[in-house]
Structures are given as C-alpha cells and as structure tokens.
C-alpha cells in the first residue's frame, strides 16, 4: 500500500517539477525551489543578486504516507550568497517549521504541500529580514534629519528656560549699564579742564584787568596809585 503511493506521488510531481526534480533512488529524490522575492522598493545589493534556491533531499520511509518523509535541505553548488538568507544557517529553523505541515497531512501524499511551505516560510523569513535591515535604515536617515533641523530651531520655550533666559540677560543689561557709565566717568576725567591759578596784582595790571571798575571806588583808585608809584620807582 505504501509503495504504491509514493510511486503515484513520485510521477505527480513529475509532472508539476519537470526541471526540478532529480532521483537518486527508487524512494529517494530532491527538489530545487526556486524562491520569487518581490522587490520592496527599498533598492539594496539583493537587487543585483541571483535569487536563491533551495535544495529539498526527500527520502521515503518504508510505511510513507503514514510515517513522516525523511527531509534534508542544503544551498545549490556554487551558489551565489543571497543578502539576508544562506540555507545552511537558516535549515533548522525551515525544518522545524514544516512539523505542523507533516502532521496535519499524515496518511496522504505529502511532498507537493511540503514543498509549498517551504518556499512560503523562506520568502516570509527574507522578507522580514529586508523590513527590519530597511526600517533600521529609515531609523537612522530620521536620525540625521533631526540632528540636522536642530541647527534651525531654538530651544522650545518653557516657564523653566523663559526664566534661566530672562535671568541671563537682566545681568547682561546691568553689566552693560555699569560698563557704560565706568567708560563716561573714565572719559570726564579725561576732559576736564583745570582750574586756572590766581594771579598776582601785577600780573592782573600787566593784563588789563584791574582799574577798568568804578572810577569813584576809592579802594580800586588806592591800589591803581600803589601800582604806579611802584612803577615809577623802578624806572
């Protein structure tokens, strides 16, 4: 019973895989899947890259459907890494998610249902590694931008900094008051005229600037006549 329907699988999946299936026995073959990553619009180097494929070894046990395949995956020879997935990093974790899949179709034909999950389950896997790499990316471009537009905006305005900024430029006016007036006080002391020296009786004469008072002032006619006696008797 058993063998009969894995060779009625074997020549289904024939004819759906052509080109991809290849035997190495009666009961066992591998598979290559080709996975279709659809372009996120996010550019990066897996844009250039060949996609990749997975390599699915099947092997039928002896009472297969009704005991689970024998399952192994491995990279295509020579393959050309793929950014954000390598099959031989990612096989454990793509084998444990096909339990549920062979569990839920125990006793029928398998391979075919398989094979569709996991090429889903490792294009869901790069996929989410893309957003992740391409949301990391937009985190940091955001970053640059505020760093950028701090250049362009103050400090927002708060009672707290309303107060530290009115207290700073009330002792920016007062210094600036006291340096003005130190620099005037500095400036009259520069401009101020001394007061002239009295002068002597005769250095008054000499300039005019007695005897030019009231002609019946006695005491203005007394020095006026000291003055020329003095005169005279120096001559």
């Known amino acids: 019973m058993g063998r009969e329907e894995q060779v009625e699988e074997r020549e289904v999946l024939d004819s759906i895989f052509p080109e991809e299936i290849t035997d190495i026995s009666e009961t066992e073959y591998r598979i290559a899947i080709k996975l279709d990553i659809l372009d996120d619009g996010h550019g990066g180097d897996e844009d250039a890259s060949e996609l990749p494929t997975i390599i699915l070894h099947v092997r039928y046990p002896e009472n297969y459907p009704d005991e689970a395949p024998d399952l192994d995956l491995s990279p295509p020879q020579n393959a050309t890494p793929y950014p954000h997935f390598a099959v031989a990093a990612d096989k454990e974790q793509l084998l444990r998610g096909l339990d549920d899949t062979i569990q839920e179709n125990m006793g029928m034909a398998m391979i075919f249902t398989v094979v569709t999950s996991l090429k889903e389950a490792a294009e869901q896997l790069i996929t989410d590694r893309k957003d992740a790499a391409a949301k990391v990316r937009e985190e940091a471009i955001l970053a640059a931008e505020r760093e950028e537009n701090k250049k362009f905006h103050g400090t927002p305005v708060t009672p707290e900094t309303f107060m530290k900024w009115r207290e700073g430029f009330l002792k920016e006016m007062e210094e600036k008051r006291q340096r003005e007036e130190e620099e ?7 401009t101020k005229v001394k007061e002239p020296a009295k002068l002597t009786g005769k250095q008054l004469w000499e300039r005019g600037l007695v ?5 019946g002032d006695e005491g203005d006619d007394g020095v ?7 005169l005279k008797v120096k001559a």
């Open 184 to 190: 005037k006080l500095a400036e009259l002391k520069k």
């Open 211 to 215: 005897g030019k008072g009231d002609e």
């Open 224 to 230: 006026l006549a000291e003055q020329v006696e003095n």
